[in-house]
Structure formats: structure tokens, C-alpha cells
């Protein structure tokens, strides 16, 4: 597609529910990111994708917190038992490549996921 | 480690004056910076970036930027500001052999006519 594109645009939970949040990145980008975006913390970094492998996930919170990505493309934000602190907008992330000369490359960001949990 | 500071929560400038907002970092090795923007309910939007080479730095919008290795910072600048330049401006660096970005906290920019 044209951008990076997340669904849905607003989640509204219950505490201790499970989400799913899905990203789909703009084509032929095989690096993606997941970062949260909340007004005590900021913006942080939460996990990266090389294709479909991550290599570093100690961005993630907790152990509720986990992601995955297939066929080096579309991937999914998994939250469960959420916790009213996991309010946030979980913001994600593509780009061409990473690693030596290609972390110049530019992160294009989707809309965000706006995440309420009651 | 990497980090970015941008000291100023808030700037407000009238139409037509000059704006500039803040950025500070911190890298091991050779930074990489990058200037997003965020309008309310919207994701963060490319402004420009350094990687090497000329100190001035020029984006979208009319933006530009001036990297400043002695004191370590990438302030953004735009000459002449306009209403809709009102957002969320983040400052972000990357160091070579990182691949996650360290954002700043952002600063809220008000232009007001």
C-alpha cells in the first residue's frame, strides 16, 4: 500500500481481555517497529522485526506483551490480561532495511492503534 | 545508549516569525537524527534527517535543520511559521549500529495568526 496502515484505529477493552493489534507495512519495507506512545512514558521502542524474525524483544513491558510477523509482512500486536496501564497509542513502524549503512533509512509511521482499557 | 532532550515543552510564535525548537543527543558513535511532526490523531509524519554531509539540512514544509556536532544538538528551524505548523514536533537519533529510534519528549508548537 501507499503508507503503513493499522487497524483498528480505536480499541476499547475491558481489563484483562485480550487485543490484537495489526500493522501492515508499506510494501517491500522488511523492517518493521512497534512503539508506544503514552503521555506518562513517551515514545518507546517496543520490538523490531527483520522479516519475519525478531532478534530483540526486551523492548516489550511484560511477558503479556508479545508480536509476530508473516510472510515478512503483516504483523501482530498481542496484548493479554490487559492492564489499565496498557492504555497507550501503539504506533507502528516500516522501513527499507537496518544495519550498517541501511539505519540511515527513513521509519514511516502509521496512524496508531489508540488503545483504551477500563 | 542513546538519548534526546528537547528542553522546551511548548513554543509559541505569531504567524510570520520565526520558530525553532530544541534538540539535544546523545549517541556512542555517529548519530543519526531525524525531525517527525504529529497532528492531533495522526501518526508521526517524516520532516527531514541528517546522516552526513552539510550541516544545514533541508526538509518538507519549508523545515530545515542545523547539526551542530560541538554541542550536540539538531535544532529544527523554519523562517517564517504558518497556523498550520501548530503540532507535535519530535527529535529522534539513531545511532549506526542501533535499529530502534530514541525520541525526545516532544514539543507542542502553537502558531497563532
Known amino acids: 500500500g501507499a503508507g503503513v496502515s493499522q487497524s483498528p484505529s480505536n480499541k476499547v477493552t475491558e481489563k484483562g481481555k485480550d487485543v490484537e493489534l495489526r500493522c501492515d507495512p508499506i510494501?517491500?519495507?522488511?523492517?518493521l517497529y512497534w512503539y508506544r506512545q503514552s503521555l506518562g512514558q513517551g515514545l518507546e521502542f517496543l520490538i523490531y522485526?527483520?522479516?519475519?524474525?525478531?532478534?530483540?524483544k526486551s523492548g516489550l513491558p511484560s511477558d503479556r506483551f508479545s508480536a509476530e510477523r508473516t510472510g515478512g509482512s503483516v504483523s501482530t500486536l498481542t496484548i493479554q490480561r490487559t492492564q489499565q496501564e496498557d492504555s497507550a497509542v501503539y504506533l507502528c513502524?516500516?522501513?527499507?532495511?537496518?544495519?550498517?549503512?541501511?539505519?540511515?533509512?527513513?521509519?514511516?509511521f502509521g496512524a496508531g492503534t489508540r488503545l483504551s482499557v477500563l | 545508549a542513546q538519548s534526546v532532550a528537547q528542553p522546551e515543552d511548548q513554543v509559541n510564535v505569531a504567524e510570520g516569525n520565526p520558530l525553532t525548537v530544541k534538540c539535544t543527543y546523545s549517541?556512542?558513535?555517529?548519530?543519526?537524527l531525524f525531525w517527525y511532526v504529529q497532528y492531533p490523531n495522526r501518526g508521526l509524519q517524516f520532516l527531514l534527517k541528517?546522516?552526513?554531509?552539510?550541516?544545514l539540512v533541508k526538509g518538507s514544509y519549508g523545515f530545515e535543520a542545523e547539526f551542530n556536532k560541538s554541542q550536540t544538538s539538531f535544532h529544527l528551524k523554519k523562517p517564517s511559521a504558518l497556523v498550520s505548523d501548530s503540532a507535535l514536533y519530535f527529535c529522534?537519533?539513531?545511532?549506526?549500529?542501533?535499529?530502534?529510534?530514541?525520541f525526545g519528549a516532544g514539543t507542542t508548537v502553537t502558531v497563532r495568526a
Open positions: 522485526f527483520q522479516g519475519n524474525s525478531a532478534p530483540d
Open positions: 513502524a516500516s522501513s527499507k532495511g537496518l544495519g550498517g549503512v541501511l539505519a540511515k533509512n527513513i521509519q514511516y
Open positions: 541528517y546522516i552526513t554531509g552539510d550541516n
Open positions: 529522534a537519533v539513531r545511532d549506526l549500529n542501533d535499529y530502534k529510534l530514541s
Open positions: 549517541v556512542s558513535g555517529n548519530p543519526y
Open positions: 510494501s517491500g519495507h522488511t523492517a
